[in-house]
DNA sequence: CGTCTTTGACCTGCGC
DNA sequence: GCGCAGGTCAAAGACG
């Protein structure tokens, strides 16, 4: 599994983003290998198939600096305007194959983490703790109730009911869209009024939610008629720089690269949160969330709205890997600390096990592809609200 | 004029 | 049955 993890997390990782000079040779991913064995072999260079490291950048030193000073003026310049379309041609192949990779890589690992469960179900139990706060109340109350320890803390008995009532939930309703009733909250710090996820929505309602000074808003995507997928935006009432986002359902459009990623790292979440009769248990247990997700908001059950529902809390700097620390995207010097920090233990654990996880770094990715990319491949759209500098990525269930 | 946002009304589910 | 809260609808207004 970790081996996995770190074989695949060049996928995503900050190293796709350098600007490699000297390109490493070109690997393949081979996702039905063993986990034992390595998943990237050699392949021959031409093949182009560049998983790691893919050179997006124009590499035209060799057509115009090779080119003999004797020729025609027009004929170099046909050349470079030659090479110059091979290599966007290029650039696009690359980016459909990043992306079928990027897509097929969630859903597997998705696939292998309740695979690897159920042949070792007891792993990690102490690892994950299971909120029972009453999911109605508000989203945003209860991802900042789980930042208190003493209420992360329950007992045995309490969490049994709470899976015992995701169960039955999940077994009434079975009738129901897989993806309509899962909802993924995503918590981060951004002073903008909504994040930019890369898809367009429509804003149809907004409301005063118990408990919040602060309205909640509610958008649809209008990304493609009759798209069923909603998200909800309201403020943490306990720290207002917190901007927390509610996705719920499917897409049933393609998405633009910018929302791909983000949108295949929550299907894997969502995946699993919806995974048959036994998630509850699955989710409970899985080392992967546990790591995933460091203050982990498992999927609770609301009687009132039983949703079950999983939180990515993104507003921790402290966990995120090492290479984007500092970085303005994601952290600004004038925000607060995080309100609630885990034991230093915990956090170089969650940091060693987010900077290793692929599905974490494919959304920052995703955000950084959306801010460098928006502007000409159509990730931030019109209407779409500009990404914050002191935003996180969000992600939306696909 | 078309699109989007705002906002009060309405619907639904749940607890008492 | 009633009240409350969450969620949605749709008319009106704003905006480009």
Redesign the pocket.
Known sequence: MENCNRELSFLTSNEFLRNNTDPPPIKEMDFFSSPSNTIIKQRSPTVLLPPHSVNTGLNLKCASAEVSKEENPETELSRVEKELRRVQEENQKLRVVLEQITKSYSQLQAQLFIAMHKQNPHQNMADIKIDVNDA????EKQACSNHHPAKEEVSERSSSNTISKLEEHSKTSDQEPPFRKARVSVRARSEAPMISDGC?????????????PCP?????C?MAVGCPV?K?VQRCAEDKTVLITTY?GKHNHPLPPAATAMANTTSAAAAMLLSGSTLTKEYSTLPYLSSFIPYPTMPTLS?????PTITLDLTHQNILPLPLQGHPLFFSHKLPPPMALPPSSLVDNVSAAISSDPNFTAALTAAISSIINGPQRGSVL??SPQLHSQSCTTYSTN
């Open positions: 109605s109340v508000s989203d367009q929505w429509r804003k149809y309602g907004q409301k005063m939610a118990k408990g919040n909640r808003a509610y958008y649809r209008t909603r909800q719920e009687p009132s709205q039983p949703f019109p209407g």
